[in-house]
């Protein structure tokens, strides 16, 4: 992570996008919302600043505007759609508002082939617009680079300062050669040199783990998916037999679920892992439970209390370890209305209890997910384990209708089972995202031998 471009959010649908596209071309990417403090974006020594695009309008009483000392810092900036017009406002071109709106495809010409903006990009190319603002003048030291039909400055730049600008969004795949875009100003403009691999990122990870944890003992919450299991395997690569995981069976698994995280964790990779048979207090806690927030509430507190009986008896155990992702600890902006909202709430961000008192190790909490099964694949993890479908924490209990009962879950397991084994016959099971059984425990008439039966 020696190279870092920074994107500022100002309330973009695209923005995580942005920072995607950055690391598909061998960049790391870190992504702050646009009040982030200046100070705190340069402890990063970012090689680049990209402003996102937003739904506000630069000229706008309350418009989003970031520390005026951006502007002036002398690091690379690449602003998209919004951000090329609060460039251009705060510098000294002029910003209003279209007669009409341009949303969709649109024609883009190159006016300034020699840019590094557009190496190698032919004169003319599909883009995709989508802003009601446009420019009517470009700042001082800045030249046209491209343009539409309906946007006469579609791109700008000043070499002398690295600042650039796009109306159009880059890092959509509608956008022809739009990665090709992106590259070169990583590249071209900011000097990058794409060296971060899952292989870099394994590296950097192992030297940060055992400088953090030291000669202490880590435990891990093992589930079996695939976050909880790269996150155990850095981990062990790490520090070895000072890794403790523990594997709660609450019996609302996959068939032979259990099995095969002891056959591939402690067989395979020789970890220490202790496999917990916790099925009789989870179902006796969901006896008569119908609700399914109810469900989720009652199995997070009681795998925490089973985790933490467990956990208790390792003794001293300083530093807990998860598999929280990027996604979950971004603070993302949202413009009509403070940061977005919460769904669900998330089992690995905040739902700790405070007196677990637990330094954290979380290794992959700058990854999104197809990241870190590229980290999984290039630590030599089973490709079932790391292509695996996402499962829900409280398992087989949301994916059954009304009371969870053992007899359910021993059905729903099976019925589940064949399911997935059809979608993988079929050559799917990689295509989709989630396949599934659920169990409607619907009495419905039939037949049965000669005798009509209501089951």
């Known amino acids: 992570m020696e190279e870092t471009i ?48 937003s739904p506000a309008n630069v000229y706008a009483k309350n418009a989003p505007i970031p520390d005026r000392r951006f502007f002036y810092s002398g690091i690379p900036i690449l602003g998209i759609c919004y951000g090329m017009q609060l460039l251009s406002y705060k510098l000294g071109g002029q910003v209003h508002k279209s007669k009409k709106r341009e949303y969709g495809f649109a024609k883009l010409h190159v006016s300034k082939k020699e840019s590094p903006l557009f190496k190698g990009i032919p004169k003319t190319i599909t883009c995709w617009m989508s802003h009601g603002d446009k420019l009517d003048k470009i700042p001082l030291g800045f030249e046209r680079l491209a343009y539409t039909e309906n946007a006469p400055f579609a791109a700008m730049g000043d070499p002398k300062r690295k600042i650039y600008a796009i109306q159009f969004h880059a890092e959509v795949a509608h956008t022809e050669l739009g990665s090709q875009i992106l590259k070169n100003f990583l590249v071209k403009v900011c000097g990058c040199h794409q060296s971060w691999t899952p292989r870099s990122f394994i590296k950097e990870s192992i030297r940060k783990i055992r400088e953090q944890v030291k000669q202490d003992r880590v435990v891990l919450g093992l589930s079996g998916g695939v976050d909880s299991s790269v996150a155990a395997v850095l981990i062990h690569k790490a520090i070895g037999k000072k890794l403790n995981c523990i594997f709660v069976d609450n019996g609302l698994l996959r068939l032979k679920e259990a099995e095969k995280v002891e056959k591939t964790f402690r067989g395979h990779f020789r970890m220490n892992l202790k496999v917990v048979d916790a099925e009789k207090i989870f179902l006796s806690r969901l006896k008569k439970v119908i609700d399914p927030e109810k469900k989720r509430k009652i199995i997070g507190k009681t795998f925490i209390d089973v985790f933490q009986k467990e956990a208790n008896r390792l003794g001293k155990v300083p530093f807990l370890a998860q598999g929280t992702l990027y996604p979950d600890v971004i603070e993302s902006v949202s413009y009509f209305g403070g940061p977005t909202s919460t769904i669900k709430s998330h089992h690995n961000v905040g739902g700790l209890p405070k007196n677990m008192k637990f330094k954290l190790v979380e290794p992959l909490k700058e990854l999104f997910k197809d990241e870190v099964r590229a980290v999984g694949r290039a630590l030599g993890i089973d490709k079932d384990i790391i292509g695996r479908q996402p499962f829900p924490g409280p398992g087989l209990a949301v994916r059954i209708l009304g009371e969870v009962r053992k007899d359910r879950c021993d059905l729903l397991r099976k019925a589940d089972w064949i399911v997935i084994d059809e979608i993988k016959k079929a050559g799917y099971y990689d295509k989709v995202w989630q396949s599934f059984a659920v169990l409607l425990p619907i009495q419905s008439v039939g037949v049965m031998g000669d005798e009509r039966t209501y089951e």
């Open 6 to 53: 920074v994107v500022l959010d100002f309330g973009s649908q695209y923005t995580q996008l942005i920072a995607r596209r950055v690391r598909e071309n061998k960049v790391f990417s870190k992504v702050y919302p646009y009040y982030i403090p200046f100070e705190k974006v340069l402890e990063d020594k970012p090689k680049g600043i990209i402003f996102s695009g």
